[in-house]
């Protein structure tokens, strides 16, 4: 069965220093793996697919098949960064799970 | 711009009560989802509807229901409300063509359920 785990439910960092939000998956198929952000009183909206390998306000996400991690990372964080994150996998062709989420708090 | 749309923001109803919840779309995508999303667990995937008059069972589909009559209108209903069910509920949509397209949410429905 497709599983996303993210391990930490909370993260506080200061700002300006770096900052890594964690995704593992589990899945038999070929992985498509994206982050979604929710800021505070918005929709959810997606930030990073791994098929892109862009990076999108300063983060940046690698697709580890071996370790079946897609992290997040980024040097620098900033208040306004503060939000909900959300790692999903797509499966099935049109379904996604999504992992329970991981509220980053950075702190001024 | 693209926009899915929720017809309410925030909903109270009682114990026992039908409950419809709905969802349109602009971008004529095939796809649309219901889920729900509770703190620590995160969104998980309630119906699940890839054409008019098609749908398919997600995780937690007991005690929901869902329709699809027209393409850019997906409803989600509780037959009979429990407290249980007190949650916040997301609409999407996904274009069924391109495999690396993304999910576009709507802005949620809090139901209350008392």
């Known amino acids: 069965a497709q599983r996303v785990t993210q391990p930490e439910k909370l993260l506080s960092v200061f700002k300006g220093a770096p900052v890594e939000l964690k995704c593992n998956y589990s899945y038999s198929g070929s992985p498509e793996l994206f982050w979604y952000v929710q800021y505070s009183r918005q929709r959810l909206q997606l930030l990073l697919r791994?098929?892109s390998r862009e990076s999108i306000k300063g983060f940046t996400a690698d697709l580890n098949k071996g370790e079946t991690s897609f992290h997040q990372k980024k040097p620098f964080a900033q208040e306004e960064d503060s939000a909900m994150y959300y790692c999903a996998l797509r499966y099935n062709f049109n379904k996604f799970y999504f992992g329970s989420g991981t509220k980053l708090n950075v702190k001024p | 711009d693209v926009k899915v749309t929720q017809s309410s923001r925030y909903l109270v109803k009682r114990t026992g009560e039908k409950v419809f919840l709905e969802c349109v779309q602009d971008?004529?995508?095939?796809?649309m989802f219901w889920y729900r999303q509770d703190p620590g667990l995160g969104l998980r995937l309630i119906y699940f509807s890839y054409d008019v008059k098609m749908k398919e069972k997600g995780d937690i589909p007991e005690g929901y229901s869902v329709s699809r009559e027209k393409k850019e209108r997906f409803s989600l209903i509780l037959e009979s409300a429990s407290t249980n069910q007190t949650s916040m509920y997301l609409c999407a949509s996904r274009a069924r063509t391109g495999l690396h397209t993304e999910a576009f949410f709507g802005q949620g429905t809090r139901l209350t359920v008392v």
């Open positions: 971008m004529d995508h095939e796809n």
């Open positions: 791994h098929i």
